[in-house]
């Protein structure tokens, strides 16, 4: 504990009335080793063993969430704009005026619509898969060497669980190969399709509330200007940002505690409801709800959404703008 006490005193310097002040005395190339041998010790402790199931469990409603959702978008189209991100699930888009397109197009445009997919609706994001949890920083000219994988599956992996070969390539872009949906989907019955929604909607829920737990529990960093997220107790030094007109080529990454959203995108679209027109208008943009891509996806199958979205569908909110009140 003197020691302890003197390399403390000696680094950040004696306290007084409250103030802290700093010394220089002290050589931190002194203090590196101390820091990474504390490092390589916490791993030690990980994975925690109560983890373990939770792991598992959403790597299963992963798998069942792409399969659901691979099958419902046999059944209701997705359209995806053109020029942006915006989607929207029905056999034609709404004329919303939202498109905020290319660099150099007109904002507030119409959306130009054309055959969404998979990706539209699960967002894919993807991490640098780790050789072991608590390993020296990702360097820039390193980045060729480790495996790029699902975020959620690499989360999973380090919480404990044993990812098979496929879960570990399973995502949106292959799943027809892997998974594929459900075989006949023209020849099944409104009930069939409202069964699968059903089970693909709590697959969605059982995964975010899964991923949410993990990412109490281990450390998940995501970059404060783009979407790159990194699993580990640091960011990587692969300079992939970009955000920055100055930098010559891309930048460095500025890394934050990530969440849920970041691993998991809700991908947030219109939903039309009961009393909504056939087709949405620019003039009751303010009326109408919005919903997770998922979620809106199964209600088109016929289940009722959790309570919990009510608020964002409007479910009994006006449709038609005031001005056209007679």
């Known amino acids: 504990m003197a020691l302890r006490r003197k390399l403390w005193v000696d680094f950040w310097g004696e306290l007084s009335n409250g103030q802290r002040f700093y ?29 373990v199931p939770v792991a598992r469990e959403v790597l299963k409603a992963r798998a069942l969430l792409i399969r659901g959702v691979s099958t419902l978008i ?28 290319f660099r150099r197009r007109a904002k507030n445009r119409v959306h130009e619509w054309i055959s969404g997919s998979l990706d539209d609706i699960l967002v894919p994001v993807e991490a640098f898969h780790l050789r072991k949890m608590f390993q020296p920083v990702i360097e820039h000219n390193q980045r060729f060497d480790f495996e790029r994988v699902p975020a959620v599956v690499e989360l999973c992996w380090q919480a404990g669980a044993d990812p098979t070969d496929q879960d570990l390539h399973l995502n949106t872009r292959n799943s027809d190969g892997i998974v594929g949906g459900v075989h006949g989907v ?134 038609e703008p005031v001005g056209s009140e007679h």
């Open 74 to 101: 046999k059944v209701f189209p997705v359209q995806a704009c053109k020029f942006c991100p915006e989607v929207f699930i029905g056999e034609k888009g709404h004329l919303i005026q939202t498109c905020r397109g």
């Open 186 to 319: 023209e020849s099944l019955s409104p009930e069939d399709l409202t069964v699968i929604a059903n089970g693909t909607l709590k697959a969605w829920e059982t995964l975010r509330s899964g991923v949410q737990r993990l990412t109490l529990v281990y450390p998940v960093k995501v970059c404060e200007h783009c979407s790159e997220v990194h699993v580990g107790p640091s960011g990587h030094k692969a300079r992939l940002c970009g955000v920055f007109k100055y930098e010559s080529w891309r930048g460095t990454h500025f890394w934050k505690k990530a969440g849920v959203d970041d691993l998991v995108p809700p991908k947030i679209v219109w939903h039309r409801r009961p009393q909504d027109p056939p087709v949405l208008l620019d003039e009751g943009r303010g009326y109408y709800g919005h919903a997770p891509a998922v979620v809106d996806l199964c209600t088109k199958a016929g289940v009722v959404p959790p309570t919990k979205y009510f608020t964002m569908i409007k479910v009994l909110g006006r449709s």
């Open 23 to 51: 010394s220089s005395k002290f050589d931190l190339k002194k203090l590196r080793p101390m820091i990474m041998k504390r490092i390589e010790n916490r791993a030690k402790d990980y994975p925690i063993r109560d983890m």
